[in-house]
């Protein structure tokens, strides 16, 4: 599923799983940012890419990895989130005042930039503390490997916190998946996922049928 933020629309793409082979002729020459989790297989697939793109990490799926170690760290946990969700404020603001695209990085360096140094510090010797296969340490070592991601949305106010919006785009299918794992074919797969993506682009971009 891809999802651009500045386009009303959706693409789909089916494929026969996720490995990167699979993934890198769907962005052929693209140069610009990619945001995602932190699979593996997008990283793959951009390295040998003519074009240049960036990895913008997922701030969505770092809080949920926080949220899922409370049971086992509950005031450890909600600092971290505490401190995530401020930067989800920050950019509620920017959208409340209707900032540009520069304006709204200009706004990130100033008032995002102090938030990551303290999560950051707040990473420091975590070892000592906490079972690196707990979760967390899972949420931490997350957090860490994916440092440089996470703060890509520093360098372009066009860059989302999250792939939310992908992950929205993709739930209808996913719920219903299990209703149609061992129906079809690849071709029939590729005949939906251009119906989907013409009709979830339409709805996006409030184009009725009707």
């Known amino acids: 599923t891809l999802v651009n933020p500045e386009v009303a629309g959706v693409v789909y793409q089916f494929t026969s799983g996720r490995s990167s082979a699979l993934i890198a002729p769907l962005l052929g020459s693209f140069e610009g940012y990619l945001v995602g989790d932190g699979y593996s297989g997008n990283f793959a697939a951009t390295k040998d890419l003519d074009g240049l793109v960036l990895h913008g990490g997922c701030w969505a799926h770092t809080l949920r990895k926080f949220r899922d170690a409370t049971k086992e760290a509950s005031k450890m946990a909600k600092l971290y989130m505490s401190d995530i969700r401020e930067l989800y404020d ?6 409340d005042q ?46 860490r490997n994916q440092w440089k991601t996470l703060k890509c949305f520093l360098l372009d106010g066009r860059i989302p916190l999250d792939n939310n919006a992908c992950e929205r785009a993709i ?11 061992f129906a079809g074919s690849v071709r029939g797969g590729e005949a939906a996922a251009i119906m989907y993506s013409l009709v979830e682009s339409c709805r996006q971009a409030q184009i009725s049928p009707w």
């Open 171 to 181: 739930r209808p299918i996913a719920i219903g998946r299990k209703n149609w794992l």
């Open 90 to 95: 920050l950019e509620d603001e920017a959208n």
């Open 98 to 143: 209707g900032m540009s695209a520069e304006q709204r990085v200009d706004h990130r360096q100033s008032r995002a930039r102090p938030i990551l140094a303290r999560i950051l510090r707040r990473t420091r010797g975590w070892k000592d503390i906490f079972s690196s296969s707990g979760k967390m340490g899972e949420a931490i070592k997350y957090l």
